[in-house]
């Protein structure tokens, strides 16, 4: 263990989570490789890695690694057994999967992911950013969350899957109540579980149609790929292609929430780099780059230790769970020069907001598409943006780290 002298970090209070950077700063400098508190009550504690050097190596090592890791000790499922059916799901999602299922898996879905299947998409982003701010710009004001940086990223990605886009309310309500129990958090009520539970059960009512439709009617969406890679013998089951468009509906969009509320907020905090970019729209890709260094929007990822290892002259042993901190990577010194600075035109932009090592995130490039367009249709259509409020309401989560609202206000359009 740690013999740090400094008090024992719990990265999943309030206190933390509204503004995780000065913890950051603090436990970086004084005990980078840290033994905290564990968001699993069953475990005495877990390891918490502050420095980029040190994060990227935990995840680039394969003797780290995201599936569960059975002990006899404790129960280390990702959520309580009585659960059956969202453990079922989380189990299946691809980010808690290793070789060869997470392979297999990714293999699969990466096809919908590429360059020139978000080149495509670049049109449908773009309207169905200006259709969300066509229902707001008379009034001058809208939460920016709700009404803006979560509709526009799960309808992108219903339309990829073959799901109604204008369904995106249902699954923002199963979205959430999914992600309120699978992000790490301590001793959630059973409530939260009990919603997860039903949310999981939604998703697969409304998916199993959809799949049964696509094995007789083929489309050019991404469910009816699956079935027919399912169909083909790749040993894809109808429970791993639910699963799988559950967790891209879920965690595989919040990253692009967290991208364009944060990276909006960033800018109208710094109004010096809110003019720049408008005048100079050619920066908006390292704007976004930027956006995820300087706040980054999945803050924590885990893993967990399936060998004894040395990592900053601290034993982490088999079976000890590790929160990789990529909020504090991207802020740290030895790595980025002014890190605490937000700058738009930085050069060295070369995060780790998106993971590394074979769980990469695999919709990067549809990601940073809708960020860049995103900001850009805020740019061309919302003058004289500002915050309605300087106090940010920030959800209690270190993992999906943003704000759960942004009241903006802007000029409303003349009529003529």
Not at 11 to 23: G, H, L, M, R, W
Not at 173 to 201: C, D, F, G, T
Request: charged share 25%.
């Amino acid at each position: 263990m740690s013999t740090s002298t400094i008090d024992r970090l719990n990265p999943f209070i309030a206190e933390v989570t509204s503004d995780p950077y000065k913890f950051y700063r603090l436990y970086r400098e004084q005990d980078p490789v840290h033994w905290g508190v564990s968001s699993n009550p069953n475990l005495s504690g877990a390891w918490y890695v502050f420095r980029y050097e040190d994060v990227v190596k935990v995840m680039e090592d394969r003797r780290f690694g995201r599936e569960f890791l059975k002990r006899d000790d404790v129960e280390t499922t990702p959520v309580p057994t009585a659960y059956s059916t969202f453990l079922t799901m989380v189990s299946k999602w691809i980010v808690f999967r290793e070789p060869p299922d997470h392979t297999r898996l990714k293999s699969l879905v990466s096809k919908a992911f590429t360059p020139k299947v978000v080149e495509n998409l670049r049109p449908s982003v773009y309207q169905i950013a200006d259709m969300l701010l066509d229902k707001v710009q008379s009034r001058g004001e809208m939460d920016l969350v709700e009404e803006y940086a979560f509709p526009l990223p799960i309808m992108v990605i219903a339309i990829m899957l073959g799901a109604n886009p204008h369904d995106y309310p249902l699954f923002r309500k199963w979205a959430l109540a999914l992600q309120n129990a699978s992000a790490s958090r301590l001793k959630p009520p059973p409530e939260i579980y009990e919603n997860a539970e039903k949310a999981s059960q939604d998703f697969i009512d409304y998916f199993k149609p959809i799949i049964a439709d696509r094995r007789a009617n083929p489309q050019e969406d991404l469910i009816s790929n699956l079935v027919k890679a399912a169909d083909e013998g790749d040993k894809l089951t109808d429970e791993e292609i639910v699963a799988t468009c559950t967790h891209l509906l879920t965690a595989g969009h919040e990253t692009t929430v967290n991208l364009i509320a944060k990276g909006t907020l960033a800018l109208l905090q710094h109004p010096d780099q809110f003019k720049l970019l408008r005048s100079h729209p050619e920066f908006i890709p390292n704007a976004v780059e930027e956006f995820i260094r300087y706040d980054t929007p999945i803050q924590m990822v885990t893993r967990w230790s399936y060998a004894d290892n040395e990592i900053g002259g601290q034993l982490i042993k088999r079976g000890d769970s590790v929160g990789i901190m990529l909020g504090s990577a991207n802020r740290d010194p030895a790595r980025f020069k002014n890190p605490e600075v937000f700058d738009i035109q930085r050069e060295d932009v070369k995060h780790c907001g998106f993971g590394a090592g074979i769980h990469y995130c695999l919709g990067t490039i549809l990601a940073r598409a809708e960020g860049q367009i995103a900001i850009n249709v805020l740019l061309n259509r919302l003058p004289e943006l500002h915050l309605v409020n300087q106090n940010i309401d920030w959800a209690n989560n270190i993992i999906f780290h943003g704000p759960n609202h942004l009241p903006v206000a802007f000029r409303k359009p003349v009529m003529g």
